[in-house]
């Protein structure tokens, strides 16, 4: 089964800190993205890759960084990590094109900053 | 600016009563559209997808949904929900320039006994 693997499920972090996001899929997908999902907010896109080395910013990129130095995996950065960036965070894969294919998502990682 | 609206964020059916959930985009040409679905704890699952053709939908779990372009809708329906399903629920469309979601809010269905 096809599958994108977030390494954690539950993190808890100190402000300041630096923090990462790992993720990781099995499908060969080329486009990977960050998205953040807040209550009665749904998912705001964080940012997007679309090749090794290639990103784009999204939505809300303040504040996170990304680094995708191989095809299967995505990382998120949060360089100092504050209170209002506590939310759950989902990654996703898709091949590349207009949506044909959807995205398939992973578990997420609720990370909460103290 | 491509978007989605969820009008409803909450519902509660009774089990075995039919659903609806609205779900109204913003979009200048034929959009492709997708419904999710999320159970508690878990990503996001597909539930279908539209991009052209029948504007009837049928996805997984006995969802369908029909895109209206006169409405700018796309609803998603069950005949009969079952508790299982109480979850909750994203519409989203891709954006015009690359393969990039926008979702809506979710509505999150509550199904009770």
């Known amino acids: 089964d096809v599958k994108v693997t977030q390494s954690s499920r539950y993190l808890v972090k100190r402000t300041g800190e630096k923090v990462f996001l790992e993720c990781v899929q099995d499908?060969?997908?080329?486009?990977m993205f960050w998205y953040r999902q807040d209550p009665g907010l749904g998912l705001r896109l964080i940012y997007f890759?679309?090749?090794?080395?290639?990103?784009e910013k999204g939505d809300i990129p303040e504040g996170y960084s990304v680094s995708r130095e191989k095809k299967e995996r995505f990382s998120l950065i949060l360089e100092s990590a504050s209170t209002n960036q506590t939310s759950m965070y989902l990654c996703a894969s898709s091949f590349p094109g207009t949506g044909n294919y959807g995205y398939t998502f992973g578990s997420g990682t609720r990370l909460t900053v103290v | 600016a491509q978007s989605v609206t969820q009008p409803d964020i909450h519902i509660t059916v009774s089990e075995g009563a039919s659903l609806e959930l609205r779900c109204n985009y913003s979009y200048g040409a034929t959009p492709y559209l997708f419904w999710y679905v999320q159970s508690p704890g878990q990503g996001l699952q597909l539930l279908l997808k539209y991009f052209s053709g029948d504007t009837l939908v049928q996805g997984i779990k006995g969802f369908e949904a029909e895109f209206k372009r006169s409405q700018s809708s796309f609803n998603l329906r069950k005949p009969s929900v079952h508790w299982s399903d109480a979850a909750e629920y994203f519409c989203?469309?891709?954006?015009?320039?690359?393969?990039?979601?926008?979702f809506g809010a979710g509505t999150i269905l509550r199904v009770k006994s």
């Open positions: 499908m060969d997908h080329e486009n």
């Open positions: 989203a469309v891709v954006r015009e320039y690359g393969n990039k979601l926008v």
């Open positions: 890759s679309y090749d090794v080395k290639m990103k």
